[in-house]
């Protein structure tokens, strides 16, 4: 089992900026990749980023050099740095963290891009 603790959205105005964590904890040495989703209201939940367990990342077309996807092992904590925020960025951010059995999902943290 793996259970996973997001936080760290928010309001921000746009061509701003937000850090989203996601912490692991359980079996976390199950984890190969930890990947960030997110669910805009009325779409569905859609790729944003990964990041592996050798920090390999890899990024949707629409967030490339704008979000960047690290991980702080000692920690069990990935993040999301988002810059340049537009509102069409505005959603319900998850991570999930894929096993070999599966996929565990976080709680989501909202992101709104407004001015």
């Known amino acids: 089992q793996v259970q996973l603790v997001e936080s760290g959205g928010g309001l921000v105005q746009p061509g701003g900026s937000l850090r989203l964590s996601c912490t692991a904890s359980?079996?976390?040495?199950?984890?190969?990749?930890m990947n960030w989703y997110r669910q805009a209201p009325g779409n569905q939940r859609v790729w944003v980023a990964t990041?592996?367990?050798?920090?390999?990342?890899t990024y949707t077309d629409s967030v490339k050099g704008r979000f960047t996807c690290s991980r702080d092992s000692a920690r069990n904590t990935v993040y999301l740095q988002m810059n340049n925020l537009k509102p069409d960025d505005t959603a319900v951010y998850y991570c999930?963290?894929?096993?070999?059995?599966?996929?565990?999902w976080g709680q989501g943290t909202q992101v709104t891009v407004s001015s």
């Open positions: 359980g079996s976390v040495s199950t984890i190969y990749a």
């Open positions: 990041i592996t367990r050798s920090d390999r990342t």
């Open positions: 999930n963290a894929a096993i070999s059995l599966g996929v565990y």
